[in-house]
């Protein structure tokens, strides 16, 4: 696993308390969900690659999804 790089990062108390409310409500510690939402803020810019494809989303819920095969 690659190395992972520290920093302290201030909020406002609302700030706050609205990721960790978010952070619990998806089962992710406060720093999982900013890193999280940092990520995904990064890929919808097109300032990093995702690291699998992202499905697109599906026309009709009811139709299975078609498998590629490798």
């Known amino acids: 696993m690659a190395q992972r790089k520290a920093f302290l990062l201030r909020l406002d108390p609302a700030t706050h308390e609205a990721l960790q409310l978010w952070a619990d409500a998806e089962l992710r510690s406060l720093n999982g969900q900013v890193e999280f939402l ?7 810019a097109g300032r990093l690659r995702p690291a699998q494809p992202v499905p697109a989303a599906r026309e009709d819920p009811g139709r299975p999804i078609p498998r590629s095969e490798p």
């Open 38 to 44: 940092l990520r995904r803020a990064l890929i919808e």
